[in-house]
């Protein structure tokens, strides 16, 4: 078997030993669409339901995959594995793509949870069509986001070294890509649900609509938003998917710079 | 784990024993160390290190905490990039030559380095996967019943206790039976049962060829080893045999005559000794006498064992 796949492997047996930690995963998010749900019941007649419910699945798959991506990677530079996985030959560019593999499956399966709750929960009436192109979309946006979690796991030398990226990255995505919404899901959600503010990303002046083309999730919730307007199509926002893509890449490549194979 | 020990900790030093094999292909050193320095800005931990180790050798790495025993082990296993000088592992360059020379070699660092959430079966066959091991299932369980983990193989690592998660580690080192073996303080906060059985192994892999790169700071450990270098501040501040350190020392010798005792200062080495013991009516063709007691860790094995 390839490095790669031993890698991934890897990753995906301590997930599923780590009962506690994949049930909170997948748990979280559906219970924050939920709220969420909550929260929007509350909300006057003809509030737009559908612009929010999609984005903030989206939101919530890109938050989890890369914190959990990023801290993970984070112990194994703590506990000496990585070191360890270098000296017996495994290579930079086997264990980014070994992690990303490994997580994408998280990843898979926290955007299938999340995206069947919102259109559960909210009655949304996509086709089948839009459905495959959302999920699609919120794919991306996960690799992306676990690429995110590697690239930002180089910088930090301890766990709790993550949490300031948190605001960093997640924040700013937060604000600048057309959602204002959770960034520690369990804690903060509630005062972000009651400040509720929400901005489209052409409202904003330009220095901060240009901080926001640095961040994956804006160009997701571009996608999401043409794909759930009626007649919206993919077609329009192909610039926006290579984007998210590119991203990724930009990143993989980043990242396969920064992971240090020596001290 | 075996309650039985064949090897004792006692002041024995094997510098006599395996030498007649290795002496022909001891020519090529298996490690070479070249004026090695390694700077973290201002400190300098390893200022300027020379050594040569012969195949097929034992060798202990003796040293205080912070000597830089772990810094030298990183640099020899190319964990590390030298701030001058240079390391050769079988005459590979660890940094330039990295794939040849992950191969040969098998490290088991100071910390366990272990992932807790898998089983220790899991952990092997990870590193073990990493070198392309041919039939590794049955290597894997091969390894593991060499450390003694057979009958737990298949736990969690978390769940096991530091003696336990050392043999995994250990396991994990020699999984792709490399002929080179660097263990960064192997017996650190091990029971001396467990030290006894890990010093059983070291020199079962020692007699089948491997050289050994041990690094502790227990000087009774340093005894049991081919050859010592003593690690301080960066520098080694002596390398020789075992024996031939001890010779270096100074034994105190108490001669009980007609009641009263005569204490006096010699030299550490066997001919030392015997001269000092000739005016007392040792005959004179005796040259040398050599004086070899158990350690008291030996001794409380021993009544432990007895129990």
């Known amino acids: ?263 | 784990m075996a309650t039985t020990h064949n090897v004792t900790m006692s002041a024995t030093p094997r510098d006599a024993g395996r030498r007649g094999a290795g002496e022909a292909r001891a020519q090529e050193p298996a490690i070479e160390v070249n004026g090695l320095t390694k700077r973290y800005g201002a400190f300098e931990a390893l200022r300027g290190v020379d050594l040569a180790v012969p195949r097929g050798a034992l060798f202990g790495l003796v040293g205080p905490n912070g000597a830089g025993k772990s810094t030298l082990i990183k640099a020899l296993v190319g964990a590390l990039r030298p701030s001058g000088g240079g390391v050769r592992v079988l005459g590979l360059d660890p940094l330039r030559e990295r794939a040849a020379v992950r191969r040969q070699l098998g490290y088991m660092p100071q910390s366990p380095a272990l992932y807790e959430d898998l089983s220790a079966r899991d952990n092997v066959a990870f590193f073990g996967g990493a070198h392309g091991v041919p039939d590794l299932r049955r290597r894997v369980e091969e390894v593991l019943a060499f450390t003694d983990l057979a009958a737990r193989a298949g736990d969690g690592v978390a769940t096991f206790s530091g003696g336990m998660k050392r043999r995994v580690s250990l396991a994990a080192a020699l999984i792709h039976r490399p002929p080179v073996l660097f263990l960064d303080e192997p017996t650190a906060a091990v029971d001396p049962a467990l030290r006894a059985r890990f010093w059983d192994l070291f020199r079962s892999l020692a007699a089948s060829g491997v050289t050994l790169f041990i690094s502790t700071h227990l000087m009774d450990e340093a005894l049991l080893c081919d050859r010592i270098a003593i690690l301080r501040r960066g520098r080694i501040i002596a390398a020789d045999t075992p024996r031939g350190l001890l010779e270096r020392g100074r034994t105190r010798l108490t001669v009980r005559r007609g009641g009263v005792d005569e204490a006096r200062t010699i030299g550490g080495r066997p001919e030392d000794l015997a001269a000092a013991l000739h005016p007392y009516g040792l005959a004179r063709e005796i040259g040398a006498v050599a004086v070899e007691a158990e350690s008291l860790e030996t001794v409380i094995l021993g009544l432990i064992g007895e129990e």
Not at chain 1, 64 to 69: E, T, Y
Not at chain 1, 75 to 102: D, P, S
Not at chain 1, 186 to 210: H, K, N, Q
């Open chain 1, 1 to 263: 078997m390839n490095r790669t796949l031993r890698v991934a492997r890897r990753v995906l047996q301590q997930l599923l030993r780590d009962r506690r930690l994949l049930g909170l995963s997948i748990v979280a998010p559906l219970a924050i669409v939920y709220l969420l749900k909550l929260f929007f019941d509350t909300m006057p007649p003809g509030f737009n339901v559908a612009r929010y419910a999609v984005p903030v699945a989206a939101f919530l798959v890109h938050f989890l995959a890369f914190l959990l991506c990023a801290i993970v990677l984070v112990q194994e530079r703590t506990g000496g594995t990585l070191e360890r996985q270098f000296i017996n030959g495994f290579r930079r560019h086997e264990i980014i793509g070994g992690y990303l593999l490994g997580y994408l499956g998280l990843a898979t399966l926290q955007a299938v949870a999340a995206l069947a709750e919102v259109v559960l929960l909210f009655g949304l009436d996509y086709g089948a069509r839009t459905l495959l192109a959302l999920f699609a979309v919120v794919w991306a946006l996960a690799i992306a986001s676990v690429m995110l979690g590697i690239f930002v796991s180089t910088f930090a030398r301890r766990e709790s070294q993550v949490f300031p990226f948190i605001p960093l990255i997640i924040l700013p995505s937060v604000f600048l890509s057309g959602l204002l919404f959770p960034f520690i899901p369990l804690i903060i959600l509630p005062s972000v649900f009651l400040s509720g503010l929400l901005i489209d990303s052409d409202r904003l002046p330009a220095w901060a609509e240009l901080l926001g083309r640095l961040l994956p999730l804006r160009y997701a919730n571009t996608v999401i938003q043409e794909l759930i307007r009626p007649g919206g199509a993919l077609g329009n926002v192909w610039g926006s998917l290579a984007a998210l893509g590119a991203y990724s890449l930009v990143l993989l490549l980043l990242a396969s710079r920064t992971l240090p194979e020596t001290e």
